[in-house]
């Protein structure tokens, strides 16, 4: 089932979400667009990385609150991002190098959205695509609040996290099969809004 704006952007793009079973469908597409993000400087993604990725995408499509936007240029898909709400019991906050206030971490299933993975076509960046797909997952999850992470050798994309509202919280170290052993954890507390 198609969700929240599956119209065109400014530039012409259209953006087009979507959960569960249709996200499962375009499992192959998102794990190319992933590789060819994650493959270039700063990532240097492998093919354990990629790997990993094709097996935990189709699990994580289950998971409550999951959403799944991507870009299309014609008939191509040029960005992608997903992620879901974290749960209640969710381990998300613990083990931060920084720890977080109680109230901080408190999770209810519906506060906050985890970006898992976000990313476009090296050929299509600066077109306002990303921006497109980053507000169209965040405000189509119905969460209060976002938190991603991002590696710290990845500073022109922390970079254009801070410009759209992101701030640092803490960075975590994280064990294998993660393609990078530290994580910058960083929150969004508002939200963008469906045009």
């Not at 870009?71 to 720890?99: H, I, K, S």
């Not at 938190?147 to 759209?164: D, G, M």
């Amino acid at each position: 089932m198609k969700l929240i704006r599956p119209g065109v952007d400014a530039g012409g793009h259209h953006i087009e979400s979507c959960r569960a079973d249709e996200a499962r469908g375009l499992a192959g597409v998102v794990s190319g667009l992933y590789r060819a993000v994650f493959s270039l400087p700063p990532f240097n993604g492998d093919a354990a990385e990629f790997a990993n990725q094709r097996s935990y995408f189709p699990a994580m499509t289950a998971r409550p609150g999951f959403l799944l936007a991507t870009a299309r240029a014609g008939d191509e898909r040029v960005g992608f991002g997903y992620g879901f709400v974290l749960p209640a019991d969710t381990r998300w906050w613990a083990g931060l190098d920084d720890p977080v206030s109680a109230e901080f971490a408190r999770e209810d299933g519906h506060r906050t959205f985890a970006l898992i993975d976000y990313g476009v076509l090296a050929a299509w960046r600066g077109r306002g695509i990303g921006r497109a797909v980053h507000d169209a997952v965040l405000a189509g999850s119905g969460a209060r609040r976002a938190t991603l992470s991002v590696q710290p050798k990845a500073v022109e994309t922390q970079e254009i996290y801070r410009r759209w509202g992101w701030r640092r919280v803490s960075s975590k170290t994280m064990d294998p099969p993660v393609p990078a052993p530290v994580f910058d954890i960083l929150v969004l507390e508002t939200m963008p809004v469906t045009r």
